[in-house]
Each structure stands twice: as structure tokens, then as C-alpha cells.
């Protein structure tokens, strides 16, 4: 039995944890929206992406695709009964990353401190400087090494 709420509990996480479901999800709980509503509302997903994890959710029974044909003809989403279901899931989700996720790049959590399980003691410790720090620090000077090679090629005339 609890071998069976793993797998259960492991393909939830694993098909509303997909990059851009939760934004999908979070979405549609206010109410149903058409594509292209969807589309403006979630910054930086693709057309394609869009349209795979409409079609994911809707295969897992989340979603429901409902289109309307008076003229012109409308495609909308909503969530169904299991879709709603996840209302308090996604809460929860939600005050678990306004307590622990950075707001971005290098910010630390709102409350990162509010750990009551560390010591006064531990919090004081200084710490070595994350990974992404050195990671930033590649890219940058890659993207500087980029741009000194385009300075140097010689600009080519189109050919006629």
C-alpha cells in the first residue's frame, strides 16, 4: 500500500511540477480562459509549450478544453472537479515559497531566518558564497568573450 501512494504521489508531482502547469493551473482557478488569454498572462512560454501542457492536463483530466463555434468559433479552458481539487495543494505551495523561495537571482528568502530548528549561533556563521555565484561569473565572461569576437569579424557585404 504505501509503495502504491509513492508512485501515486511521485506522478502528481511529476505532471503538475512540469515547467509552466502550475502557472497554467494557478490560472484557471480564477476562471476559464481562452488561449490566447493564457498565452499573455504567462510570460516567456512558448506557443508549443502551451499547447503541450494544455494537452497534458487535459489527457490527465485537469483541464477541459471546451470549444464554443457561434461565430467566430472560441476555444476555451477551464479546470474540472479533480482540477479544483488541487486548490489547497497549490495554496500551500504558494505560502511554502513566499516563506522559503527567493524572490530572484541572488535575493534570499522573506523569512529564510524564521528557522526555528537553527541556532542563533549557526545563523551567525558566515557561509562560503553559492554556486551560482561562480556560474554567473562563466557566463558573464563568456558572454564579454562573445562579444569582443563579433567586434573583431570584418562585416560582410551581402553578395549580388
Given at each position: 500500500?504505501?509503495?502504491?501512494?509513492?508512485?501515486?504521489?511521485?506522478?502528481?508531482?511529476?505532471?503538475?511540477?512540469?515547467?509552466?502547469?502550475?502557472?497554467?493551473?494557478?490560472?484557471?482557478?480564477?476562471?476559464?480562459?481562452?488561449?490566447?488569454?493564457?498565452?499573455?498572462?504567462?510570460?516567456?512560454?512558448?506557443?508549443?509549450?502551451?499547447?503541450?501542457?494544455l494537452?497534458?492536463?487535459?489527457a490527465?483530466?485537469?483541464?477541459?478544453?471546451?470549444?464554443?463555434?457561434?461565430?467566430?468559433?472560441?476555444?476555451?479552458?477551464?479546470?474540472?472537479?479533480?482540477?479544483?481539487?488541487?486548490?489547497?495543494?497549490?495554496?500551500?505551495?504558494?505560502?511554502?515559497?513566499?516563506?522559503?523561495?527567493?524572490?530572484?537571482?541572488?535575493?534570499?528568502?522573506?523569512?529564510?531566518?524564521?528557522?526555528?530548528?537553527?541556532?542563533?549561533?549557526?545563523?551567525?556563521?558566515p557561509?562560503?558564497?553559492?554556486?551560482?555565484?561562480?556560474?554567473?561569473?562563466?557566463?558573464?565572461?563568456?558572454?564579454?568573450?562573445?562579444d569582443?569576437?563579433?567586434?573583431?569579424?570584418p562585416?560582410?557585404?551581402?553578395?549580388?
Amino acid at each position: 500500500m504505501a509503495g502504491d501512494l509513492c508512485v501515486r504521489f511521485h506522478q502528481a508531482v511529476e505532471l503538475i511540477g512540469r515547467r509552466w502547469s502550475g502557472a497554467v493551473i494557478q490560472l484557471l482557478m480564477q476562471h476559464r480562459l481562452r488561449y490566447a488569454e493564457l498565452r499573455a498572462a504567462i510570460p516567456d512560454i512558448s506557443d508549443r509549450m502551451l499547447s503541450e501542457r494544455l494537452r497534458e492536463l487535459e489527457a490527465a483530466g485537469i483541464v477541459v478544453r471546451t470549444v464554443l463555434p457561434d461565430p467566430p468559433v472560441r476555444v476555451e479552458y477551464d479546470l474540472t472537479e479533480k482540477g479544483r481539487a488541487l486548490k489547497p495543494a497549490l495554496a500551500a505551495i504558494g505560502e511554502w515559497a513566499e516563506r522559503w523561495v527567493p524572490a530572484g537571482p541572488g535575493a534570499t528568502p522573506p523569512n529564510a531566518n524564521a528557522d526555528s530548528s537553527k541556532t542563533a549561533a549557526s545563523r551567525a556563521t558566515p557561509t562560503r558564497p553559492a554556486a551560482p555565484t561562480a556560474a554567473a561569473a562563466r557566463t558573464a565572461a563568456a558572454l564579454a568573450s562573445n562579444d569582443r569576437l563579433r567586434k573583431r569579424r570584418p562585416a560582410t557585404s551581402p553578395s549580388r
